[in-house]
């Protein structure tokens, strides 16, 4: 494949992931009602610490990318920036319901 066509395809694959607003839309793996979906971008921007003791990092980027439903009640929110194919990184919050109520489980950076 030549230099102009790979080109090509990453700026369609960028033009598709992430449009022209310059972030991804959020796509949400699995169903939450739009009550948890507020909940849990809620958590996102005004992040606690985990249930563990474990601190919101510092660098914590709040651009949610993904919400990905692990099981009831069981969900991991990945956050960043995708800049292109293998580049790219952020956060994933791993929240889960307890007694009615979101809580954050874990931080962790994620990477490509």
């Known amino acids: 494949m030549n230099r102009a066509r790979m080109l090509e395809l990453v700026c369609l694959y960028l033009l598709l992931t992430v449009g022209c607003s310059g972030q991804p839309e959020l796509v949400i793996d699995g169903s939450l009602d739009p009550a948890?979906?507020?909940a849990i971008k809620n958590i996102v921007q005004h992040p606690p610490e985990a249930i563990d003791g474990q601190e919101a990092p510092d660098d914590l980027d709040k651009r949610i990318l993904r919400m990905s439903v692990l099981d009831s009640g069981d969900v991991e929110v990945r956050t960043g920036e995708i800049r292109g194919?293998?580049?790219?990184?952020?956060?994933?919050?791993?929240?889960?319901?307890?007694?009615?109520?979101?809580?954050?489980?874990?931080?962790?950076?994620?990477?490509?």
């Not at 791993?94 to 874990?106: A, P």
């Open 36 to 38: 948890d979906i507020a």
């Open 85 to 112: 194919p293998l580049d790219g990184g952020g956060h994933v919050i791993r929240v889960r319901q307890i007694e009615g109520q979101w809580k954050v489980v874990m931080y962790r950076w994620w990477v490509s």
